[in-house]
């Protein structure tokens, strides 16, 4: 089994930075892509970011030139910086990782992590 672990939302003011965390910890031998979604009030689930394990990345329209992802194999832990915030980016932002156990392969979803952006 594998945990996930976000942190880093809260409350910001329009213009303002936020870098949220994903840290996973189990049974993993390797992590294959890693991705941020996020989720608004009255809106589906979006995706927001994907790196893959050769650190490859791809951004939602919205979000591309502000946000960043990256990663730390050493850590299993995915970043997301944000910057230049706006009150659309107010969501609940979650993290999904894809894990190979050494016998197959599993994705993970975080709790989620608020990201409240004041205007």
């Known amino acids: 089994q594998v945990q996930l672990v976000e942190s880093g939302g809260g409350l910001v003011q329009a213009g303002g930075s936020l870098r949220l965390f994903c840290a996973a910890s189990?049974?993993?031998?390797?992590?294959?892509?890693m991705r941020w979604y996020r989720q608004a009030p009255g809106k589906q689930r979006e995706l927001v970011a994907v790196i893959a394990s050769g650190d490859t990345t791809n951004y939602g329209e919205s979000v591309k030139g502000r946000f960043t992802i990256s990663r730390d194999n050493a850590k299993n832990t995915v970043y997301l910086q944000m910057n230049s915030l706006n009150s659309e980016n107010t969501a609940v932002y979650y993290c999904?990782?894809?894990?190979?156990?050494?016998?197959?392969?599993?994705?993970?979803w975080g709790q989620g992590t608020q990201v409240t952006v004041s205007s």
């Open positions: 189990g049974r993993i031998v390797s992590i294959n892509a």
């Open positions: 999904n990782v894809v894990v190979w156990s050494g016998t197959y392969y599993n994705d993970y």
